[in-house]
């Protein structure tokens, strides 16, 4: 392929948008995850998801002020460059490739496992390395039609979430043989209260809950391509977070009122539990279908938001020139790449993964979005605070509850980082966590050159 010229193609529609940063957020964390987040909290998991759903609005909301204003590809690592100097911003964009990177190792390595179900005889290894090649095929087209593989992949997702929450709320109604309707939704306090595992548990459970919301920053990065950013963004970032905790809390709801909670995750993931509970004879399938489903827009929409993070890393001096280098079709070619062959470490880890892989890999991708999120977070505070009043009344999407929400929001981020230290299996993601940040140090002061650009943040 040869490139054009730096410049991105605007190809994606506010369809793609919302679609785009729903597919992000519902998927492993809502299909697995979620059986692991319930264990720990027991019912006070639903308070846990409408807090987490809370504090990501108001990430989101600080994210679309600066994205209405200034739509780039880099975005919030431009931001974080602009506002809170370089380093920051290479910290910022190399955290969040490190995040898409991890999640897509587990979600590359959960893919082959579902195709096992059909076909067990088949190498796991095959399966990932043939859905790595698909997945970086279709990235490599063009935006648009990024836009609509993941458009049709997320539409399958909530369509069998919607299904299972009107399915499981007329079981509860009407019973049909699968539920004492007497005992109504009683599940969600008979068994140790609400607070069952008591407040730590309740705590401890933000390491997964978090992990969950993940990825929805990625409407941040779409400003790049979208065909009318000031309109679709907002349209955005104010729909999806209610969506997706409407769906992470009702879904969730209707799993433990329909199943004691101390079942959930003892024979396999929740949602086996409740399309079995339909009586659907066919569960098994409609589930496996499903979650290759989620697999499948988890890896695409990580390859997009990774690659062109790099890309707007490139255009300041942060990343490779190379990273920077645009097909005819407009799509940043060598990024996806070079996503690409860093998935392949995901053929390796179907013979390496222990059984608690899950717990670690989510715990290290929170602490990384968590950390990105914080630098959102103060990139927009910093911003803001520089704004003359003029220009802070002249904001096209201006945030909420300013400054008190940012306030609340950094310090909630910087108390989940804290809870990660009191489980052995989360414990790890710090110690990697702050690792990988003294290597990001290290390497910015060796490999970028202290050029005006660099220094400046400049943006195009």
Same mark, same amino acid.
């Given at each position: ?57 108001? /990430? ?6 600066? *994205?209405?204003?200034?739509? /780039?590809?880099?975005?919030? !690592? ?75 992949? +997320? ?19 009407? !019973?049909? !043989? ?5 005992? !109504? ?38 400003a790049g391509e979208a065909e009318d950013p000031a309109r679709t963004l907002p349209k955005a970032i104010n729909t999806v977070p209610v969506r997706i905790i409407l769906f992470y809390v009702l879904t969730i709801a209707v799993i433990i009122m329909i199943n004691p909670w101390r079942e959930i995750g003892s024979e396999g993931s929740p949602f086996v539990q409740i399309f079995s509970s339909l009586g659907l004879g066919s569960a098994a399938t409609v589930l496996n279908i499903v979650v290759i489903t989620a697999a499948l827009s988890a890896i695409n ?86 704004? +003359? ?31 990660? *230290? ?18 990001? +140090? ?5 490999? /970028? ?9 400049? +943006?195009?």
């Amino acid at each position: 392929m040869k490139s054009t010229a730096a410049v991105l193609t605007r190809g994606l529609t506010g369809r793609h948008i919302r679609f785009i940063a729903l597919g992000s957020a519902i998927g492993t964390g809502l299909f697995y995850g979620s059986a692991e987040a319930i264990q720990k909290a027991g019912p006070s998991v639903l308070l846990a998801y409408l807090i987490g759903g809370a504090i990501i609005y108001i /990430v989101l909301r600080a994210l679309g002020e600066m *994205a209405v204003s200034d739509p /780039v590809s880099g975005s919030f !690592g431009e931001y974080a460059s602009k506002h809170l100097g370089p380093l920051a911003g290479f910290m910022t964009g190399w955290t969040y490739t490190f995040e898409m990177i991890v999640v897509c190792l587990a979600d590359v390595t959960a893919f082959g496992i579902y195709m096992g179900f059909w076909f067990p005889d088949v190498p796991r290894w095959i399966w990932a390395l043939s859905i790595i090649f698909f997945i970086g095929a279709i990235n490599l087209v063009n935006v648009k039609l990024f836009g609509e593989v993941e458009f049709w992949f +997320t539409l399958i997702k909530v369509t069998a979430i919607v299904a299972m929450i009107c399915g499981g709320a007329a079981i509860l109604i009407f !019973g049909f !043989g699968l539920h004492d309707t007497s005992a !109504g939704v009683s599940n969600l306090w008979n068994d140790g209260g609400f607070f069952a595992n008591g407040f730590g548990g309740f705590v401890g459970s933000f390491a997964i809950v978090m992990f969950a919301f993940g990825g929805t920053e990625i409407i941040g990065i779409t400003a790049g391509e979208a065909e009318d950013p000031a309109r679709t963004l907002p349209k955005a970032i104010n729909t999806v977070p209610v969506r997706i905790i409407l769906f992470y809390v009702l879904t969730i709801a209707v799993i433990i009122m329909i199943n004691p909670w101390r079942e959930i995750g003892s024979e396999g993931s929740p949602f086996v539990q409740i399309f079995s509970s339909l009586g659907l004879g066919s569960a098994a399938t409609v589930l496996n279908i499903v979650v290759i489903t989620a697999a499948l827009s988890a890896i695409n929409s990580d390859i997009f938001g990774a690659g062109r993070m790099m890309f707007g890393m490139s255009q300041r001096g942060q990343a490779p020139a190379i990273f920077g280098k645009v097909s005819r079709s407009g799509v940043p070619w060598m990024t996806v790449v070079i996503m690409t062959v860093a998935l392949l470490f995901a053929v390796l880890l179907n013979y390496l993964i222990p059984e608690r892989i899950f717990v670690v890999i989510a715990s290290i991708a929170t602490f990384a979005t968590i950390f990105v999120w914080l630098m959102i977070l103060l990139s927009q505070y910093r911003s803001r605070k520089q704004m +003359t009043a003029e220009a802070a009344a002249a904001l096209k999407f201006p945030v909420p509850f300013w400054p008190y929400g940012q306030i609340i929001a950094i310090s909630f981020l910087v108390f989940v980082l804290g809870v990660l *230290a009191f489980d052995a299996d989360t414990r790890v993601a710090l110690m990697v966590g702050a690792v990988w940040l003294v290597l990001l +140090t290290i390497a910015y002061r060796v490999w /970028v050159p202290p050029s005006p650009r660099a220094e400046s943040g400049a +943006t195009r």
